[in-house]
């Protein structure tokens, strides 16, 4: 399981570092949301994997999953989409100032 | 606590005279006023003490575990120190108020004196010597923001960045210095570094720390070479000039020789240090005075010139040497700020400060002239006047060191031809002002100025004269506790007399006032002379020098680092940070599988993986059709979701769900107003170079992640599992550790969210593009705004979100869900509305402004945590307790709860702040598209 | 017995992963993808009840309601999209 985990956070990193590199703000755009996915699963999988043991306290669970990479990264998604929110207003606001989407504002 | 409330007491009197001035000018001054006495009342029990002989240390306990305090201090050089401060404050609260025109905010110069006030006396009430240069520094951004006043004139500005540039680098050496103080002592105190005067002296970094300290006071009191940014700071309104750059902020320079005196002094470096700066400066200040036509840069250089006077006298540290410092400090205050207001009032009345244009004022202003003729002559040295106790003490500490060193007589002579030039240059003040002929097209026509503007002149005056003819009754006491603090050690044997007989002292000053007249008579000459080569010889130009190359510099490395293209640069930044990884990882060698046991793969996970793969790939593949390319991304949230699902993170997928809805739907928004689609630009070559980088990083990042997920583990999170429940009240740890453990993280984390809502919603309100009347294949768009079933589906849906959120919300803190998660909930369910039942319809059933809602759950959030402070507990402390709700059963109340509250809010204002004005940008346009049938 | 009906029912809804996944990959038309992306999301509750039913656990039902809940208004809202383009109007 630990291996497949890794793969997809592998495999969203390498399609978000390639968005990341288009000249156009959109993919960018995308890029960056491929990468605060591998972000997250990254931070998450610090806390190591466990099935089945969520970190909710009862009498019958005999072991929990980490807690704390959990709470970081249930915030960071949300901080994620305040970032992602500002990033794309940036970029209407270039197209509405410089007449073209092109990260460089220029075609 | 005294001490502390009489320094706090400006900062927040500041606040309220800003505020004040909305109901008029006199108001602003009358708070104003009244703020600098309440400082003056805190302090007044105490001011016994110094005199009795103790040195007062208040200390207010602050950050205890890293061991930092407030730490006040009350001995009798602060106390001297204060009284200027508030006394000549008052003084100039008075003083301004009729001088500032109608058009001037008055609120502004109040709160922007009051600020420089509490600073200032911050500096003089320290014991601790960080806590001192928080102070000193903040002196230096009230001073520019004070010089910069007239913010639409250039020169105001200029020297405003000149003044800080300077005593803001001589903050940072002096920061060096304190450091290396206390690395000395092992202590930050003023009781125990002036007591370690040996140890200091003795160590082998004390030379550095003398050269660092040194810098510090010598940049803030205008010492030679740093002298050329006070006269440019003569851009301030007046009154600002008479109260710092005479009186107060000048003087923190030689403040701080005087309190580092006892640890720092006795060494033949600290002599030729502090004595030759000091030396040079008095000369030159002198000197360049007396051709100055400006009347305040005049002034100017003969504030430059008093203080090398007062700083060479620290400089020859004998101990009647330190009183006669001490003894000039109080002198020059009182006697420059009135001759600051006396050219305020000039300036004020004639329109002009050029002394060239104006002669025989005498007639229009017999009693300014008269005000301003006792101060010059104090500034002179006249006997009969105060400046003339001071300067006789220095003419007698110079002739006694004459005769100690192989080239001392230097020093007699060079201290009495600096006393000629002050004649001359007071003379010239008052011949040039008020006598000499008739003025020279003035802009205005002169008279007294209001009563109330000469009472501060007046009070000034009148010290001068009465400390000048009865020194042994009013000023004795004060000048003895201030250097006796000063020295600290018992004070020398002198007498405060205008009479000492014939010494050479005498004779020093009878030359210096026969020169002066002499030299002012036969000063044409020189005076061309000088005004031919002004602006040749000038520090200014070294410093506008250094700006300049400093700022090529910059621009060059910046070149050299900004190629100005995104791409390029993130290709840079994402290659250099692989090769870092790669060099950690190469460097170490250690084996990259960990040795934890790992769990069994099963089917559907390797189903669910592959699907993902392919269909992220395609999304690589096919992101040139933006709209594609967003479908196919809500499939990889929703898996990404999933694998939270599977390891056991379930608040984590219901945020990862919520988020990707609102990011689907802020993308569309967006993509509206967007090209639909990318046009093929990179070179193919290009595309496989970020192809390569793509994987090698992807492979980077997967193997990181192999080599912890093998790794064993071990967490702090073990004692929140331990606590939940016992510390927090609540089962759900997740929620426990954001809402209780570390809720302080949390409230910066919705601080943060708030701030991005506005942010966007600032970057949106002047935004207007509009999006195509036509889908991407040409068609029109359709005609139907709002279809009936969606509309009506999403109607009946609302409830029941809300019901849901309201049930997670509740729930959360024992269970999956909490503040975050219900408040994406209702902000999904809103946005819902306003997707299938439009603008209008929604509006008219629910307010728009959500900048309150983000507003009000702030500050629950932040008074929950203050809530605690009441019990007597620190920030953010939670407490619960058990209730039975009828229906409901037992049911758990914490206080967190009310943090989770404002976090809801926080949540739902911010998102719906962004979605709903990012959908209203184009709201005021008519409705596009042919197809409005 | 339960055992055998999950592993059926697992390998059922697999294969319809699997085929909303191609659906969703090759269109033709944009609807097509978004009933794709739908089916998709009703594919992943019932993934999430067979799982809670897998390991005993009641806490995966509700993140299966907020999916069917989520799903609907990313559907709403691609939908809007095609139809009117702007979908806050």
Redesign the interface.
Known sequence: ???????????????G???????????V??GL??IS??V???L???????????????VSANA?????P??L???A??????????V??????A??DLGN?H??GQN | MNLFFAVLTPFLGAVLVAWASRFGRSHAAWAAGGVALTALAWLSPLLSQPFAGTTVVQRLEWMPSVGLDLVFRLDGLGLLFAGLILGIGLLVILYARYYLSERDSMGRLYAYLLLFMGSMLGVVLSENLIQLLIFWELTSLSSFLLIAYWREREMARMGARMALAITGAGGLALLGGILLLGEITGSYELSVILASGDLIRGHSLYLPTLILVLLGAFTKSAQFPFHFWLPHAMAAPTPVSAYLHSATMVKAGVFLLARLFPALSGTPEWSWLVGGAGLCTLLLGAVVALFKHDLKGLLAYSTISHLGLITLLFGIATPMAVVAGVFHIINHAIFKASLFMAAGIIDHETGTRDMRRMQGLWQFMPFTATLAMVAAASMAGVPLFNGFLSKEMLFVEASEMASQQSFGWLLPVTVTVAGIFAVAYSLRFIHDVFFGGKPLELPRTPHEPPRWMKVPVEVLVLLCLVVGLFPAQTVAPLLAVAAASTLQTALPEYNLAIWHGFNPALWMSVTALVGGVLLYLVRRPFSLLHDRFEGQLDARRLYNALLQGLMVIARRITALLDVGSLQRMVFVFIGFALLLGWMGWSGDRSVLTGSRPLLPVDAMSLLVTAVLTVISVAVVILHRQRFTALVLVGFVGLVVSLIFVKFSAPDLALTQLLVEVVTVVLLLLALYFLPQHSPVESHPLRRSRDGLLALLVGGGVGALAWAVLTRPHSSIGDFFLANSVSGGGGSNVVNVILVDFRGFDTLGEITVLALAGLAVYALLEKLHISGPSQNADGRDWNWDLHPVIMASFTRLLLPLALLVSVFILLRGHNLPGGGFIAGLVTAVALIMQYLANGVAWTHSRLSANMHPVVGVGLLIATLTGLGSFVFGYPFLTSTFGHMKWPLVGDFELASAMAFDLGVYLVVVGATLLILIHLGLMHGKEPVRGKGGH | MLTVALSIAFVLVGAAVVLSAWRLLRGPSAPDRILALDTLYINAIALLVLLGIHLGSALYFEAALLIAMMGFVGTVALCKYLLRGDIIE
């Open positions: 399981m630990e291996a497949l985990l890794a793969f997809v956070i592998g495999l969203l990193t390498a399609c570092v390639y968005l990341a590199l288009r000249g156009r703000t959109f993919p755009v995308l949301t491929f996915y591998a997250n699963l990254f998450f999988s610090m806390g190591r994997l466990s099935i089945g043991q969520p970190p909710v306290i009862s929990y999953a980490d807690p704390v959990q709470a990264v249930l915030t998604i949300v901080i994620g989409f305040a970032m992602t929110a500002f794309i207003v940036l970029a209407l606001k197209r509405a989407d990260v460089d």
